[in-house]
């Protein structure tokens, strides 16, 4: 129980400060204040992490990758699609030939 309490007074804490910080930076006062906070952050945040924002693909890099995937796994349900005849026989032949060598036994 008390560990219930203690990790619901750490969320509590974490969004009571998250608030406190936002409201402090301006950030739900008016356009220009919320502009300047963003501004803020993009001076002080943003810079250190420019090296991850170059690792983000573009968005046509992106485009291709889903395209590609997509068209893969189209391809691929349908050749399992096309293969199903062939496949459902060999284990109904697999199962039959088993039944009929347990039944010998």
């Known amino acids: 129980m008390a560990a219930t309490v203690l990790k619901t ?7 009571v400060g998250a608030v406190y910080v936002t409201v402090d930076q301006g ?13 803020k952050v993009k001076q002080s945040v943003l810079p ?6 170059q690792k983000v693909p573009s968005v046509s890099d ?20 096309a293969h199903t005849p062939e496949t459902t026989g060999k284990y109904c032949k697999e ?7 347990s039944l010998k036994s």
Do not use: H
């Open 62 to 81: 992106l485009q291709r990758t889903v395209l590609s995937k997509w068209n893969s796994g189209v391809t691929t349900a349908f050749t399992y699609m």
């Open 48 to 53: 250190a992490t420019s090296e991850y924002w």
């Open 9 to 15: 007074l750490a969320k509590l804490t974490i969004g």
């Open 27 to 39: 950030v739900w006062d008016g356009i220009r204040q919320g502009d300047s906070a963003l501004n």
């Open 95 to 101: 199962a039959t030939d088993y039944v009929k060598k």
